[in-house]
């Protein structure tokens, strides 16, 4: 099972990336049997505003990077989205990276790693009703961070024992509800 981790936050200065990267590293000290991970950078992506003439549940894809963030999207089996909360909601790199494709969500489990100056919570909960509404599952699997200025002063995200143990969580609960 190929699992991407999305990264939501393209601002300068952005903890995204090294929760991002925390994930990836913590999953393969797992060492779990047919899981791979993938860290997918929306600020590498670079996606334009969404301004389709379709909505993107027709499959017709006529945007720049439309069809390739479909392709892109299409080989994974899984997501773990990196959700920053931003004014009590989530991030609009997310939505619109969300918004920019449809079938290629459908049928696969979303797991999301919240955080912001309180614990993402309203990140979170906002953007399961949009990704739920794409189709995506949701097996409840979530991390919500507390305190995260603090901890976005080094260079990696350090990770408390609630963290490590909810990630052990989030990946099982990913492949319970993959359907091969
Ligand atoms: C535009 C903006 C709005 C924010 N609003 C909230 C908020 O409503 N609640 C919260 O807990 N933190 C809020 N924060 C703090 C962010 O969650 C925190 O800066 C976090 O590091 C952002 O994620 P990022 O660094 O990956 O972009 C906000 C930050 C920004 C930049």
Known sequence: ???????????????????????QQ???????????????????WDLPLFAGSHPPATGIYD?????????K???AQAFIFISPEYNHGYSPALKNA?????????????????????NGSRSISQIRQV?????????????????IFKRNKDDNFEANEFEVKGLAALISKLQKYHIA
């Open 1 to 23: 099972m190929l699992i991407y981790i999305i990264v939501g936050s393209v601002r300068e200065g952005r903890t995204a990336i090294k929760v991002a990267n925390w994930v």
């Open 26 to 44: 913590a999953t393969t000290e797992l060492a779990l049997k047919d899981i791979q991970t993938e860290v997918v950078d929306l600020k590498e």
């Open 63 to 71: 945007q720049p990077k439309q069809q390739q963030w479909a392709d």
């Open 73 to 75: 999207i299409a080989q």
């Open 98 to 118: 969300l918004d920019y494709v449809g079938k290629e969500w459908q049928g696969k489990p979303a797991a999301f790693i919240g955080y912001g100056s309180t």
């Open 131 to 147: 990704a739920s509404s794409l189709g995506l599952v949701d097996p409840n699997a979530v991390i919500e961070i507390r305190d």
